[in-house]
């Protein structure tokens, strides 16, 4: 009787183990959309484009992250393009990915694919740039700067710069993608930062669409334009090194006949602060990939994860700059 009961409780382990392995192993029944074989997580990336140098760095820390942590990434590059991105979207449910991650290009529009994705369960995940909808539960959580504070902590740049100046101060302002996050919220933070005295004035303002072909293209309609320009504020160094090339194609000197504050700190906008064509530099990361691998298994095993993770970032003078750029990754 009594190796009757063991071998009959033997056997219920043993069963209870293959099942489980089974399951695990994606044999059939226990395996959940988009955890591939083994329990490997899909991921299903939309990335906004490769149009400056924070996004080649943002994009190689994204892939070099997932094959890090064994994760398969399946990643689409959008070209800028938002309905590029919406198709990019689509694919991914149908493919039946077990997360979605991407960078919105801009912040309007995205409802309606998301509740897709929300109705094929899947998990939603904002990278670097947000969206404008109210309805929060579209998305799991959002990862990337606060593109306010690093607008504002440049227009607090350019008062310090000019607190003892008499006249009035002429900017022109170079602004990224035409109703990205980054663009509308840059802009209203230097704004806010700059409108505690009236001399500051921004006297053009346009989308260069954060390139340096387009930002030399309209920095050099503005120095057509403005009889005097003190300052260009650009929403991110690309734009301002297509800048500095209309600066000195006009004969004027970057840095001095025209300060320049920019965003990103990315090495070549670094190197150009060393030689003092820039003046000073917000830096906003790039690097999100490990925090989004790790946002990515949490949300994929159900956990909860923080509506918003804000990146570390700090700012560069010409100094720092010469001091940090040998160790820069980007
Ligand atoms: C900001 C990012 C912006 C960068 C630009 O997080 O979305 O897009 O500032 C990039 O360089 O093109």
Redesign the pocket.
Known sequence: MKYRKLAAVAAGIVSLTLFTACGEAGGGGGQTPGSGGGGTITLGFSQ??A?????TA?TKSIQDSAKAAGIDLKFSDAQQKQENQIRAIRSFIQQKVKVIAF?PVVESGWDTVLKEAKTANIPVILT??AIDSPDTSLYKTFL??D?VKEGRKAGEWLTKEFASATGDVNIVELQ??TG???AND?KKGFAEAIASTSKFKVVASQTGE??RAKGKEVMEAFLKSQSKIDVLYA????MALGAIEAIEGAGKKPGTDIKIVS??A?RDGMQALADGKINYIVE?N?LLGPQLMDLVKKVAAGEQVPQRIETEETEFDQAKAKEVLPQRQY
């Open positions: 906004v484009g149009e400056s140098g924070w996004r943002n960078s670097d740039r990337g700067s593109f990224g993608t990205s996050a980054p840059r954060f390139t929403h991110n160094d690309d965003i990103d990315v906003c790039p």
